[in-house]
């Protein structure tokens, strides 16, 4: 179908000659028009001519054309190389490259997975050398890659940072084989020295998954990293301490998942906003946090939360979100302190304390101010006992909102239900999202108790299991 013909595309027209929306005063009105435009780009993008509208785009400068095709991936973007000879070369200034191929990992075999990682390989080298740009914002790679193709991947990252990249994302997950791969000793060196890596201040966020990093090698990325305030590491098999102590550093957000050799973490960091651990119990020492609003720390079911709610008890007044797994030491936890910033909490309640919730509520106690609760009800298979628990009542004047995971239609269940409405007098809304392996017939039996109970003001809400 050609553009002068009817169909989408006069519908496009029709949309692009639509008076703008009022926008907020906060929006600058180049936002919107980039929004309008990189939409009539996608549609163009999306047929088969060289026929466009030169009027609407070919007008633009080519550094906001550059800006909108930043915004299109890859493959997109690789597209509008068709649209006319201005457009052939836009597309290599991009300052977005995201190559993400994981999906196609479904369907390959051991057999088939070596050929799909070069020709993986063979497209981020031919992007990167046909790329123009002096700068790129974010480089995020995505595939299944290892420490075979060590040179490949390490040349990657000395090109982005020749480009004063901000943000590198190296996902080499699911790493088959074992082998992870790893930063060759020259590259630390370079970094230790200062020669050849002049870009590496540029970096704001590095986020490596199946890469292994030892401690001193994070410590050496933040160290020379002055602008770093995020970092990630997720399933390295090296590291095993790591301290990330200073008053100059500017790092804000701390994550740190499934690395399961780890022994130990001392953070010192004045500027940190947020830290998020998920693993095996580990020694933890926090001190001169002062800005740290948002703590999660979890682990597998037989996780011993315990181990950490010490090390964290001098950050509870000021927390704003904080994600646990529970269990009763826990709630004593809560008993004996305030959290009196603290609007989200987040629990995980594992199987052994199923029977007993009657630290509920120490916690909504120590949370006078809680909107938001999050309980993941786990089940392992223990049953819980047919002994009812008698939930002592407390009024709660600020919890708005709770959502129920992992929702069996025990009665536990909806007793757990009926006292969080019964004593949360403001609450709006209460979210059942129920286990994957509940029965339907006894989830209809269960809300239709509960619809027979709820307060009017409450609105109840049933995940998509409930339904046929």
């Known amino acids: 179908m050609k553009f002068g013909e009817t169909g989408k595309w006069d519908r496009c027209c029709v949309y692009v000659r639509q008076a703008p929306v009022p926008l907020p005063a906060a929006h600058k009105p180049?936002?919107?028009?980039?929004?309008?435009?990189?939409?009539?780009?996608?549609?163009?993008?999306?047929?088969?001519?060289?026929?466009?509208?030169?009027?609407?785009?070919?007008?633009?400068?080519?550094?906001?054309?550059?800006?909108?095709?930043?915004?299109?991936?890859?493959?997109?973007?690789?597209r509008t190389?068709?649209?006319?000879?201005?457009?052939?070369?836009?597309?290599?200034?991009?300052?977005?490259?995201?190559?993400?191929?994981?999906?196609?990992?479904?369907?390959?075999?051991?057999?088939?997975?070596?050929?799909?990682?070069?020709?993986?390989?063979?497209?981020?080298?031919?992007?990167?050398?046909?790329?123009?740009?002096?700068?790129?914002?974010?480089?995020?790679?995505?595939f299944d890659l290892c420490d075979f193709h060590q040179s490949d991947i390490t040349n990657w990252v000395y090109t982005v940072l020749g480009k004063r990249v901000q943000y590198i994302k190296l996902d080499l997950w699911p790493g088959r084989y074992g082998h992870y791969y790893t930063f060759p000793k020259e590259f630390y060196n370079s970094i230790e020295s200062g020669r050849g890596l002049s870009g590496i201040k540029f970096l704001r966020c590095l986020h490596f998954k199946t890469v292994n990093v030892n401690g001193k090698d994070i410590e050496l990325f933040i160290q020379n990293c002055p602008l770093l305030d995020r970092l990630c590491v997720d399933h390295s098999k090296t590291l095993v301490r790591l301290r990330v102590i200073g008053s100059s550093i500017q790092l804000k957000y701390l994550e740190i998942q499934s690395c399961y050799l780890m022994e130990e973490i001392e953070i010192s960091a004045p500027s940190l906003l947020s830290f998020r651990y998920y693993g095996q119990a580990i020694k933890i020492n926090i001190e001169n946090v002062p800005q740290l609003v948002d703590v999660s720390i979890r682990g597998s079911h037989t996780f011993r939360v315990t181990y950490f709610v010490g090390p964290i008890i001098s950050c509870f007044p000021q927390l704003k979100t904080l994600e646990l797994d529970s269990c009763n030491e826990v709630y004593m936890q809560f008993s004996l302190f305030e959290l009196p910033k603290l609007i989200d909490l987040r629990l995980r309640v594992t199987t052994p304390n199923r029977e007993s919730l009657l630290g509920l509520t120490c916690i909504m106690k120590a949370c006078p101010f809680l909107q938001k609760l999050i309980l993941q009800l786990n089940d392992h298979g223990r049953r819980l006992g047919k002994k009812r628990q008698q939930f002592p009542k407390y009024s709660h004047q600020h919890l708005k909102v709770v959502e129920l995971h992992g929702f069996l239609g025990r009665q536990f269940d909806v007793e757990l239900a009926q006292y969080l409405f019964q004593n949360a007098t403001m609450l709006e809304k209460l979210i059942i999202e129920p286990s994957r392996y509940v029965r339907k017939k006894v989830l209809r039996n269960c809300v239709k108790m509960l619809e027979a109970k709820v307060p009017h003001s409450v609105k109840l809400i049933v995940g998509s299991l409930y339904t046929d």
């Open 81 to 142: 190389s068709v649209l006319s000879n201005r457009w052939r070369n836009l597309w290599t200034f991009t300052n977005s490259l995201e190559f993400d191929a994981s999906e196609s990992l479904w369907n390959v075999g051991f057999g088939n997975l070596e050929q799909e990682r070069s020709k993986y390989i063979n497209w981020v080298n031919n992007v990167l050398e046909l790329h123009r740009g002096s700068t790129i914002n974010e480089f995020k790679v995505r």
């Open 30 to 78: 180049t936002d919107f028009i980039e929004y309008m435009i990189l939409d009539l780009i996608c549609l163009v993008v999306s047929f088969e001519t060289e026929e466009i509208s030169e009027d609407l785009i070919n007008r633009l400068p080519d550094d906001i054309l550059v800006n909108i095709i930043s915004h299109l991936t890859l493959k997109e973007a690789a």
